[in-house]
């Protein structure tokens, strides 16, 4: 199964949320922390128009969210067929 791609910060609240409902879920997906790694920041922030808003949420199709509620996350989550079975 495809995963996601979670860009964050281990201080975010809103990453923490949405790392959660992901679990919750049991949706898995690959963690990148923007503070760590210089690369998944370049990424995030190109992605982003230059802000550095987090979390940024890449689904495997290449669609991203910026900062989403639980709600937008569950939603393109199951429209992306990224539920487990």
Same mark, same amino acid.
């Given at each position: 199964?495809? /995963?996601?791609?979670?860009?964050?910060?281990?201080?975010?609240?809103?990453?923490?949320?949405?790392?959660?409902?992901?679990?919750?879920?049991?949706?898995?997906?690959?963690?990148?922390?923007?503070?760590?790694?210089?690369?998944?920041?370049?990424?995030?922030?190109?992605?982003?128009?230059?802000?550095?808003?987090?979390?940024?949420?890449?689904?495997?199709?290449?669609?991203?969210?910026?900062?989403?509620?639980?709600?937008?996350?569950?939603?393109?989550? /199951?429209?992306?067929?990224?539920?487990?079975?």
């Amino acid at each position: 199964m495809a /995963e996601l791609t979670v860009y964050g910060g281990d201080w975010c609240p809103d990453c923490r949320r949405s790392k959660r409902l992901l679990d919750r879920l049991g949706v898995p997906y690959t963690y990148l922390d923007v503070d760590a790694d210089d690369q998944a920041m370049a990424a995030m922030t190109a992605m982003n128009g230059g802000r550095q808003s987090i979390p940024v949420v890449m689904f495997p199709d290449g669609h991203f969210l910026v900062e989403p509620s639980d709600p937008a996350l569950r939603a393109d989550v /199951e429209a992306a067929g990224l539920l487990p079975s």
